[in-house]
């Protein structure tokens, strides 16, 4: 099944005035739901959710050699804080393309400045920091999609 396909599946559910499709073709699973009919007028929004099967992992066997002398891995972040989104949406490092970002690395916050904007449902959203520091790395390219608790920056808090 190829985009084409899916798009014709969408415009077809749209069309019958069903609310909620889920259909399995594959190992790939299709749901598509959209809103009760509006009012004569209104724009209907209808949402598709593609989930593709996850590939199976194969752990490799572990080999232990008690004669190696290795020193233990140190995470190089374990001192940073993580600053997380709190939201679904799209990410913007400024409030338009021609102003500067709100923050770049090597900044120092403090709490209350904001960090960036998230879009979601045409609603901008500034996140404001809640900790004070100073910018170490953006994590997140400017306009992309993000998650729920989708590693935003990192924070030297010293």
């Known amino acids: 099944m190829d985009l084409k396909d899916i798009q014709e599946l969408i415009k077809?559910?749209?069309k019958s005035g069903a609310t909620e499709?889920?259909?399995e073709i594959d190992?790939?699973?299709i749901s598509i739901k959209s809103p009760e009919k509006k009012k004569?007028?209104?724009v209907d929004e209808i949402t598709?959710?593609?989930q593709q099967p996850t590939p199976s992992i194969i752990a490799a066997p572990v080999v232990t050699d008690t004669n190696i002398n290795s020193t233990p891995e140190v995470d190089e972040n374990a001192n940073y804080?993580?600053?997380k989104?709190?939201?679904i949406g799209t990410f913007y490092r400024s409030s338009s393309p021609e102003n500067p970002s709100f923050v770049n690395v090597g900044d120092n916050i403090k709490e209350g400045d904001t960090l960036c904007i998230i879009e979601a449902m045409k609603l901008f959203n500034e996140i404001e920091s809640e900790i004070s520091g100073t910018i170490v790395?953006?994590?997140v390219d400017d306009t992309t999609p993000i998650e729920f608790d989708q590693p935003l920056f990192l924070v030297d808090p010293s």
């Open 48 to 50: 598709t959710i593609i």
């Open 40 to 42: 004569r007028g209104d």
């Open 137 to 139: 790395k953006v994590l």
């Open 21 to 23: 499709v889920d259909l």
């Open 12 to 14: 077809f559910v749209a």
């Open 27 to 29: 190992n790939i699973k």
């Open 81 to 83: 804080i993580t600053i």
């Open 85 to 87: 989104s709190s939201m």
